[in-house]
């Protein structure tokens, strides 16, 4: 039975009664029920006073699309949604009930799924009247899954390294179509992936085949024998144990690959064969053909050819790849003093640079298995002397400025910057150093002063007293004594204060210096200009301030003697006059002149070869300075050679022509201290040397 109440109850009075009725349960109509003893038809709480009639659904039965859904391949879910009813009711007359889904039956709130997502199973459909919350009967609908297959495959068994190995099959045992990947390899373990043709309900499947690797049956390697020569029977049990057999015969007259094939192999066993191969030589004849290798002086490490490159074997050119070929040293190798030179493997020779000049022999035999040595022969190295360049342009010379304290130079001999030309020494057009060049001081150095291999001079603090001193050098190829230059003479000033030195400098009459460095804080060969024991550098450690004059000189504010006229006239003499001062201190200074004389245009030349008689670069004057006599020394026997002395301003004070000689000593004892200048020409050249009589 419905139970309810009257909730409201209005307009009674006018007789259109509006009440309002709350149930526990749907209801369609209202019987009103006169209870005498109220003494009202209807009062507002009277439980008595009507009747619900009970609501009755008549929600259809859900006429579906389909009754089953499958669940496509590989998939696990499916959408319900995807049916739909052709006969939704409308009960409420403005709004559509609604199709729900549900996991049992009857259909209720509670059974409600949450989710149309569903996998395999049976689910209900039923109509939901949202107005009186009423559901229809509810039908079922059967969720299937299209089952996958996973192939499978009779497993291949392990094969030996290099054995059979069939292809897999394309068809699994339960039906199912594919391919396999990767390809096969007989030589490694390798997992393959089978993949299922497209469009069938599978999965790929795997399988592993395993490849054990082979025992290699070890033996010792017989040694190259001659032909003819014995041959002993091959071991027929291995070094690790495997016995077997060889093939061919064996064969002690020509070069043979054998076989070795194992016995037994037991099941499970992966054993290879082995191979062998005997060389068998055949005698040869053998001649090997001396060599000659000339090269400059060498400044970097050089590799030669091979001296095998044209000798032979039995009449065929012997190469890089010829296999057995020895050669035999027969002497010893040279000694060197300087570098060196080996002997490689391959017959090639490994230089070092700097290998003193000279011509090496080396004696040497080839060998070849199974003949006889061949002849003994030489490879003949030759490194040429090289030719160094004596630099000084305008016969300018290294000066070295030192006080009383213990100091090496910070400039040296191998310095560009401490020579006039700013190139310094060359040697075959390099600049020379330590590693290729010697300098070799003529006579014992000044007590307290060190001349360095790197060119720099050392002195020992308050062992020279302040004043001026030299000495001369000689430069030679590393590791010689021979074909040197020189002597060329190095200045070195001791004073604890500023120091400025006379100039002289000479030009020819077309107004090109000669002699001496136009720079006068950088001097000629008698000095350099120091400021307390290190040279003078305008504006770093001094300034200048020159005369200036009416002659065709003057010195520019950079400390350079220009020309102020084209007027040279052969004999005039001209003097100018400079100080320099501390840059710090101007009181602290010193002052001295310019000397510069005029002579006639000498023809100079910078040619290594400037007769067939002597070489430019070979002509010395030893000693210079000197003291009464000098000695000037040719490359060679000479012809009509004309000597010629001047004084710096042209005037010439010695005379004498010379010929089929190759040194010469010039006595000079009555001649005046100073500087000259030396003529040597003959009908084609001339070279002036400048010298200096102490």
Not at 332 to 345: E, H, Q, R, V, Y
Not at 494 to 506: E, G, L, M, P, R
Request: charged content about 5%; proline content about 6%; hydrophobic content about 35%.
């Amino acid at each position: 039975m419905i139970t309810g109440s009257i909730s409201s109850l209005t307009n009674w009075a006018s007789g259109n009664v509006s009440l309002t009725v709350s149930s526990n349960q749907p209801f369609t109509t209202i019987t009103y029920n006169d209870d005498p003893q109220s003494g009202s038809l209807i009062e507002q709480g009277n439980l008595c006073s009507f009747i619900l009639t009970p609501y009755t659904c008549n929600l259809p039965t859900p006429n579906l699309s389909a009754n089953s859904l499958n669940i496509p391949c590989l998939a696990t879910t499916t959408n319900l949604n995807s049916i739909t009813a052709s006969n939704t009711p409308n009960s409420s007359c403005t709004t559509p009930d609604t199709l729900t889904w549900h996991s049992g039956t009857p259909a209720t709130g509670a059974n409600t799924l949450g989710s149309t997502i569903v996998g395999a199973g049976t689910y209900y459909a039923s109509f939901y009247d949202a107005i009186s919350h009423c559901y229809s009967t509810a039908v079922p609908v059967l969720v299937t899954a299209t089952p996958v297959l996973t192939p499978t495959f009779t497993s291949v068994s392990a094969i030996c390294s290099g054995g059979t190995l069939h292809a897999l099959p394309t068809t699994s045992l339960n039906g199912i179509t594919g391919t396999w990947s990767p390809a096969l390899n007989n030589t490694a373990t390798t997992t393959y992936t089978f993949t299922p043709t497209a469009g069938l309900c599978a999965t790929t499947a795997t399988m592993t085949i395993t490849v054990t690797a082979n025992v290699i049956p070890t033996f010792t390697q017989v040694a190259p024998i001659c032909s003819g020569g014995t041959l002993h029977a091959l071991p027929t049990t291995s070094l690790n144990g495997i016995t077997g057999t060889w093939s061919p015969a064996l064969n002690n007259t020509a070069t043979t690959t054998y076989t070795f094939t194992p016995s037994v192999v037991l099941h499970g066993q992966c054993i290879a064969n082995a191979s062998m191969m005997v060389v068998v030589n055949q005698a040869a004849t053998l001649v090997a053909v001396g060599d000659n290798y000339t090269y400059a002086y060498l400044q970097s490490n050089t590799t030669t050819q091979s001296i095998l490159n044209n000798d032979t074997i039995n009449g065929v050119l012997i190469t890089g790849t010829t296999p057995n070929v020895t050669i035999g040293q027969v002497a010893p190798l040279p000694t060197f003093s300087n570098g060196g030179i080996t002997l490689n493997a391959d017959g090639t020779f490994n230089i070092q640079a700097y290998t003193s000049p000279g011509t090496y022999i080396f004696y040497y035999q080839i060998n070849y298995p199974c003949s006889t040595v061949s002849n003994t022969v030489k490879a003949i190295i030759t490194i040429k002397a090289p030719s160094i360049v004596e630099p000084g342009k305008y016969e300018y010379y290294p000066s070295f400025c030192f006080n009383q304290n213990s100091q090496t130079s910070s400039n040296g001999l191998f310095d560009p910057s401490s020579w006039g030309d700013n190139v310094g020494i060359l040697i075959d057009g390099v600049a020379g150093n330590q590693n290729s060049i010697s300098i070799v001081p003529t006579a014992a150095l000044p007590s307290g002063l060190t001349l360095n291999t790197n060119g720099k001079l050392t002195i020992a603090g308050g062992l020279l007293p302040n004043g001026n001193y030299s000495f001369n050098v000689m430069l030679y190829p590393k590791g010689t004594t021979t074909n040197g230059v020189g002597p060329i003479p190095v200045q070195v000033f001791v004073n604890s204060t500023i120091d400025a030195q006379v100039d002289q400098i000479t030009f020819d009459t077309s107004g090109t210096p000669i002699y001496g460095s136009i720079n006068v804080l950088a001097n000629d060969w008698y000095a350099s200009d120091c400021m307390n024991g290190v040279l003078a550098v305008l504006g770093s450690n001094v300034t200048i301030t020159a005369s200036t004059t009416s002659t065709p000189f003057y010195i520019n504010a950079a400390g350079y003697v220009s020309t102020s006229g084209n007027s040279y006239v052969a004999g005039n003499y001209y003097i100018l006059t400079y100080t320099i001062q501390d840059i710090n201190n101007p009181t602290i200074y010193s002052t001295a002149n310019v000397e510069i004389s005029i002579v006639n245009t000498l023809k100079m030349s910078n040619s290594t070869n400037l007769s067939n008689n002597f070489n430019f670069n070979s002509v010395q004057i030893t000693p210079n300075p000197f003291d009464s006599e000098f000695t000037i020394s040719f490359d060679n026997v000479v012809k009509d050679v004309k000597l010629e002395l001047f004084t710096l301003v042209g005037q010439k004070v010695y005379e004498n022509a010379v010929t089929d000689l190759k040194d010469y000593l010039l006595k000079l004892d009555t001649l005046s201290s100073g500087s000259y200048l030396l003529k040597i020409s003959n009908e084609q050249e001339t070279i002036v040397k400048k010298i200096v009589k102490r």
